[in-house]
């Protein structure tokens, strides 16, 4: 350990940096609110930097480290741990890392008795640059530190760079992320549990009653008269009421308008 002064990083990290015998140093800067607004001010590569992703899936709380410029991949995840993992509560975070301010989760789920898993990424830059419990404070260990550090973690392959996904111009009224090979990947980024949801959260399709399904056929008969729209009409007065909620559905993305 060196000299700087302790009181900058959370206890348990300078408690596990010094049972360990870990060289580091300690950059100081002004108060930010994410990781990301601390590599700019400091003008570090995101790829320095390990993030920390606090993980539960109910019955087992454990961490995720990535470099910051990387995406965690949920699927890869799962195929690797066999479990559905999704982003940990506030109340879940709080209770683990007492000694930590809110959004600054040292990298290091073993000295908080988490299992701890790492992906291989992280271990290709020099040094390692990391939160240890403040906003206004880093620690920076060389690779062979943290290497020390992490010895009982898992190292394993589960995140993917930014740079390999795209908004590819096929999908571009999507919006769809996908790799470089084009192919559709947002959805491995999402927890299962969290695409169940949105999806169970969509709006129920209206029924569309025939009169309804009539009126679409009109439209797209050329030889249709006004007559047969009046008809039709006749027979049910809430009919254009019934097919713009079934136009509104979420399943069809109606925007509105005429």
Not at 5 to 19: G, R
Not at 71 to 85: C, H, M, P, Q, V
């Amino acid at each position: 350990m060196n000299d700087t002064n302790i009181t900058t990083i959370a206890s348990s990290v300078e408690e596990f940096l010094s049972c360990h015998a870990i060289s580091y140093d300690i950059l100081s800067h002004v108060p930010t609110q994410s990781l990301e607004q601390a590599a700019l001010r400091l003008k570090i590569s995101p790829y320095e930097f390990a993030r920390a992703v606090v993980l539960s899936d109910g019955d087992e709380t454990c961490m995720a480290v990535l470099p910051l410029n990387y995406i965690l991949d949920f699927s890869a995840l799962f195929e690797i741990t066999g479990r559905n993992y999704k982003p940990a509560s506030i109340k879940i975070i709080r209770r683990i890392f007492k000694d930590c301010e809110s959004r600054a989760i040292p990298p290091l789920g073993m000295a908080y008795g988490l299992r701890t898993i790492i992906d291989n990424s992280l271990y290709r830059a020099d040094n390692v640059i990391f939160e240890a419990g403040r906003h206004n404070s880093l620690v920076r260990i060389n690779r062979k530190g943290f290497l020390k550090l992490t010895e009982h973690a898992r190292h394993t392959n589960f995140a993917k760079p930014e740079s390999s996904l795209k908004q590819d111009g096929t999908n571009e009224k999507s919006g769809a992320f996908t790799r470089g090979d084009g192919s559709v990947s947002i959805q491995n980024f999402t927890p299962y549990e969290k695409m169940n949801a949105l999806l169970k959260d969509l709006y129920e399709m209206p029924a569309l009653p025939d009169n309804a399904r009539r009126l679409l056929e009109l439209h797209d008969q050329p030889d249709a008269s006004e007559n047969d729209l009046i008809d039709l009409i006749s027979r049910e007065n809430d009919i254009v009421e019934k097919v713009l909620q079934y136009a509104g559905s979420p399943v069809f993305a109606h925007k509105g308008g005429h």
